[in-house]
């Protein structure tokens, strides 16, 4: 399987795993719960803002970089993974995750002012940096070629529900119990499952491998930068802002020294090899994409169904549950259908159905009940089934085994950029749509659209006329919000039918795969 040096050719023969273990079951539980709990983390927080900024003494500027720094630091760790994995071990890298996360965890949930929370953030991110490859990794690794499929779908139901669930479990917890409780639920959790990793996981051979201080400071600073002109462009009025102009600078900068420095220096962060297979390139495009269109949709809904319907936080959780149950039930199908129909029909497939919700909820309305929001999620839900966890499959189905990790990092992190990507281009469309709607439509309140107030007259009223106005600004205001919605799930309508012929370019896997001893 390796040789002294400890190098993996390819993906174990059909029959037996890479990393043969005592108990599968209970590990993948292990691994599985790590993910899941890393995953949480990344939402969880999210509703709990407005209490942590009272506790902590912030403002609504400030408080935000309780979930930038933690966004970031993962960003800027995870090029790193692949190295360390060689370095210290599979195995152990993954023991120091999650227990670095979980102390995290208790630190964040003690944290009496801001500065100690985003320093407990930063620490929380770079352990979660590393638990999402290598529990995609693990997972593939422990299970033979003939259940790679069922495992990347295992796998992926729970990067898919973790997003969706994150804000239902943080919003109980804040209101029943305290935000606090957002940070000490990964205790119990992080024990258990750093129990069944020590006892059943076992490691990939260590190996000896020069670090690319260079390539990770570049991508690391292009990343960062990247991620915080992103995150604080709203804010910041985008480019008109000189702290925008330089993150972005910064970012262009850093990132043409990276790729001219990972294309010639001899021993680069990422092997050259990676970026030689074309499933994993098409699938880091994709994974932009993706990152695009699920995350997208997760962060418009909270706030529209809260503030234009007033649903409260509990409630909105529960409306966009069903999406969960859609990604479930297509990605169980998505896994019996691997190795029977062809995979990129099935992502195609996924493409269109996801596209032909985001068209369900581009009709959305002011008048409607909450039934629209159910189906369009649950058919959104089944869209994302059978994209996500089929790509993870082909992205990796053509990959030399000892690339796994490498190969892992680098999606994950192709996806966190176009999640953050999305967030932002969906904000700022918002923002500018609400903007717009709302000229055109004041434009239109005149004394004939609204014969019941003599808007000539209305100064007699005295304060009265100021309420009166007033309401029919906030009117305005809800129509001007409802169509700049409207106008991003469009948007992501069509994005998502533009990449499907893209889907062609990924290849079908031929044959077994050997394992293959270099000398």
Not at 120 to 144: E, H, K, W, Y
Not at 211 to 237: P, T
């Amino acid at each position: 399987m390796a040789t002294a040096a400890g190098s993996v050719r390819a993906a174990p023969v059909e029959g037996r795993p890479l990393l043969p273990v005592r108990n599968r079951g209970l590990l993948t539980v292990g691994v599985m719960g790590a993910m899941v709990m890393q995953i949480l983390d990344t939402t969880i927080a999210n509703v709990a803002l407005p209490h942590m900024q009272t506790s902590l003494g912030a403002t609504v500027d400030t408080v935000t970089w309780v979930l930038t720094s933690y966004i970031v630091a993962t960003a800027i760790a995870l090029p790193a993974t692949g190295w360390l994995s060689d370095r210290i071990g599979s195995r152990n890298l993954f023991l120091v995750s999650v227990g670095g996360f979980v102390i995290a965890s208790m630190l964040c949930g003690i944290a009496t002012s801001l500065p100690e929370m985003v320093a407990f953030r930063v620490l929380q991110g770079i352990c979660a940096a590393f638990i999402n490859p290598l529990s995609q990794t693990a997972m593939l690794d422990i299970n033979p070629p003939e259940r790679a499929a069922k495992a990347m779908s295992v796998w992926g139901m729970g990067v898919m529900v973790g997003p969706i669930m994150g804000p239902v479990i943080g919003g109980f917890l804040t209101e029943n119990y305290d935000w606090r409780w957002v940070f000490y639920v990964n205790v119990p959790v992080g024990v258990l499952t750093f129990a069944i990793l020590w006892f059943l996981l076992p490691s990939r051979e260590k190996a000896q491998r020069s670090f690319d201080y260079a390539g990770f400071v570049y991508v690391g600073v292009a990343v960062a930068a990247f991620q915080l002109m992103l995150d604080r462009g709203q804010s910041e009025d985008w480019f008109e802002s000189w702290e925008i102009v330089a993150e972005g600078l910064v970012a262009a900068a850093a990132a043409w020294m990276a790729v001219v420095h990972l294309t010639t220096a001899p021993r680069p962060l990422f092997d050259r090899a990676l970026f030689h297979n074309r499933n994993l390139v098409m699938g880091m495009i994709f994974m932009v994409v993706v990152g695009i269109s699920t995350m997208a949709p997760m962060a418009l809904l909270p706030p529209m169904l809260q503030q234009l319907f007033g649903y409260p936080v509990i409630d909105t959780g529960m409306m966009m549950a069903p999406r969960g149950v859609g990604v479930l039930f297509t990605m169980w199908l998505a896994g019996q259908m691997m190795g029977k129909v062809d995979t990129r029909i099935v992502i195609m497939t996924g493409l269109v159905i996801f596209a032909w919700s985001l068209r369900m909820m581009a009709n959305y309305s002011l008048e409607m009940d909450y039934w629209p929001v159910v189906s369009a999620g649950f058919i959104q839900g089944l869209g994302m089934g059978l994209v996500f966890m089929p790509l993870n499959a082909l992205a990796f189905a053509t990959l030399d085994g000892k690339y796994r990790t490498d190969g892992a990092s680098i999606l994950n992190l192709m996806r966190s950029i176009g999640q953050s990507a999305g967030i932002s281009m969906v904000t700022v469309l918002l923002a500018r749509n609400i903007q717009t709607s709302h000229a055109d439509l004041a434009a239109h309140v005149t004394a004939n659209t609204i014969p019941a107030v003599n808007l000539a007259q209305i100064d007699r009223f005295g304060s009265l006329s100021d309420a009166t106005l007033g309401m029919a600004d906030a009117m305005v205001n809800r129509q001007a919000a409802m169509i700049a919605y409207i106008d991003d799930f469009y948007l992501m309508a069509w994005i998502s039918i533009a990449v499907v012929p893209l889907v062609l370019l990924l290849r079908k896997p031929r044959g077994k795969v050997e394992v293959v001893h270099s000398e």
